[in-house]
């Protein structure tokens, strides 16, 4: 006990020392400055009770990837991530997202090449991947929030979100009808919200029309509104295998998305984009990517009073990662401080391909 006082007291005087300088440090007067903003961050107390923005594991979507096989296949581009087997890794990786609060999941599926076709018929399949994904993970996890991706790229042998003509355009009426197709099959394996990516003109009223005619009038769209043609796809084209394919010598099919995805030097066709998106029942606007794209998310947020969403894409997840591995960055501060800055541009929900492992870090950080 004697000892334990001492220890207090000499701590309590090392407290009571005033603080030291170095030296060379300058004498200064008061200099009359009122306003002190650093006041107010003085302590981790008053920075946690002033911060504006809070990140939470209910914020985010985790993107997962599924194929054929039981077992897991690495994607070589996005360290920590596979391709996961429909019946196999798929429900592991939901399990571990849901223990951690992560509860709200995405499906890409990896088509197998031969039923890729043209036309991409396979989309609607209701015995398709993506149909099964979505059974598989409603069966093991009711509660879950699963979303889906309405485009015809992963089923397309042509590559690209919609169908090609033979002159290299791609057809946007036509292709609503199989997206029309795709929505529903989702939604009658227990979709709780389908998303369309592909960009197509008038495709989200088209789409809530067509839930509406099935009797899924409860099932949510979480349009991709303001989806620009980036660099940053790169890696999840090689996961899904979905980039487009070189022309034929009877059939040209243009190298990239730009005649349907937007141009990323415009702002104010975004706010057109959204515009429609909620005038044709859209229930949650989306931008991709994010980061780069953080003033789009802020304009959205200001102009809609939907919910905004932003997807994390598989380039910023790389350029994080790949950067961590090679002793770069601090992986943990710079991945929450990306999300965070999405978050506080806007955005209430987020796709990352890191929902899981900022989840956890996320609960260390309050002691769970």
Known sequence: AVGAGAGRRSRLARAAEKPRLPVGTPEVEHIGIRK????????????????????????????????????????????????????????????????????????????????????????????????????????????????????????????????????????????????????????????????????????????????????????????????????????????????PRMPSDDWKVEPNKKTYQQNPANWRESLLEAKLDEEEGADILMVKPAMPYLDIIKGLSDNSNLPIAAYHVSGEYAMLKAAALNGWLNEKDAVLEALLSIKRAGANVILTYYAVQAAKWLREDQGL
């Open 36 to 243: 002190r903003p650093r006041r107010n961050r003085r302590g981790p107390a008053m920075r946690e009770m002033f911060a504006e923005t809070i990140l939470s594991p209910a914020n985010f979507i985790l993107p997962i990837f599924v194929h054929e096989g039981a077992d897991d296949i690495p994607i070589s581009s996005m360290p920590g991530v596979s391709r996961l087997g429909v019946d196999t890794g798929l429900l592991r990786e939901v399990r571990e997202a849901y223990a951690v609060g992560v509860k709200s999941v995405v499906i890409f599926p990896k088509t197998p090449d031969e039923l890729k076709t043209p036309t991409a018929e396979e989309c609607f399949n209701p015995s398709g991947l993506a149909q099964r994904a979505i059974r598989n993970v409603k069966r093991e996890f009711p509660d879950v929030v699963v979303y889906t991706d309405v485009a015809l790229d992963p089923y397309n042998s042509l590559g690209h979100d919609g169908i090609v003509r033979s002159d290299g355009v791609i057809m946007n009426d036509e292709t609503i009808a199989y997206l029309c197709k795709q929505a529903v099959s989702q939604a009658e394996a227990g979709a709780d919200y389908v998303s369309p990516s592909d960009m197509m003109d008038g495709r989200v009223g088209a789409i809530r029309d067509a839930l509406d005619n099935a009797g899924f009038t409860q099932v949510g769209i979480m349009s991709y509104t303001a989806k620009y043609a980036s660099a940053f796809y790169g890696p999840f084209r090689e996961a899904l295998d979905s980039k």
